[in-house]
């Protein structure tokens, strides 16, 4: 075992690639750091917070980018949401066998304002062309940080999303709610609350995500490269009908839980008998029960 | 920001390539060093969030210089408000990884 949430994003891109096979693009020695951040008086990173290039997994060309979720919390500048593009692009160029997003991001990178915004997006229609390109893309998400804000729709729109129990996915984080409804509304200080709301298994039981594992480096790769042959196989590009059927998915679970308070009540009306133990389940038993329960991914 | 530059003369060792180590984060930095020909001098550029603490960083790199005793170096630091042990730890786990070398002593 060999923690995934624990090592940096150049210890994870080390650990899933076969050994010796990664070229960076843009290594720390050209030093393309933020040109916004040096304005506001506060420290650059010679990655932009963001290592990208390609490698190979037992053989298969693989293109793969990984957040630093230490340095300014993963945040998406203007900087390193252009070498998350360039890397997609250059993956359809090479016909890459497959794509890794190593996401551990809060979104946006606030300092650099639209600058970074516009860069989100550029990464959305990126993901969307690779796919539309034949090329299989997954999120990876097991980092401390998790993976919020536009950067969460990023992960949504490649075609499988890898998690762990320990890291979330969501669009606005706790501390945004809260601010934004209020504490009764949600209370960003209670982390149990916030693990089932936004944590990993919730993610797995509503379908947000299709593969959840241990947190372990070995695990997280071995998942997203099954994630990457099902693509393959059922078609790599976003359909009109796939999006139809995800539009339904989400009518759906507005129907039946809109009213609900608490992911246990969801967990409930998903038919689990006895949903306060699912946040103490380990993984494999987690998956045993989430097999009869959870929601159909569409993707 | 505060920027330092440090150079010293004496070294021996000579390196190839380029090594990252660390991160930009709280208390902790990143730590880029490379080869690049200096006439055999060692040069440590830093670049800093805390400001007015020259004298420490040149006490933590000269003994990261005696250390190692590298020529032809150059060493360039992005700060967050790393403590002086962390920063020699990190300085000695960038030059234990581009040389392959455990100790500074080992040469």
New interface residues.
Partial sequence: MSSYQEA???QRIAGMLDEGSFEEFL???M?LTSPHL?QL???????DGVAVGRGTIEGRKVFIAAQ?G??MGGAVGEVHGAKLVGMLRRAVDERADAVLLLLETGGVRLHEANAGLIAVSEVMRAVLDTRAAGIPVIALVGGANGCFGGMGIVARCTNGVVISEESRLAMSGPEVIETAGGVEEFDARDRALVWRVTGGKHRYLLGDAQAIVSDDIRSFRDAALRLADAARGAGTGLTLEALEAEQRMLGSRLERFGELEDPLEIWEALGVDDPHSVPLLETDAFRELAERHREGAAS | ?ETLRFNFSGGQRRIDG?R?VG???SG?L?I?I?RKPLDGACEVEI???AHGFGPIWEAVVRDFHQRWQLADVHV?I???GATPAVVSLRLDQAAESITGSISGEAS
């Fill in positions: 940096t994003a150049r290594p720390p020695q030093r040096p008086d506060a420290p650059v990173s010679f990655d630093e230490a340095f | 920001m380029a990252l991160v930009v984060g902790n990143e880029l490379e670049s800093t969030a360039s992005n700060d967050m």
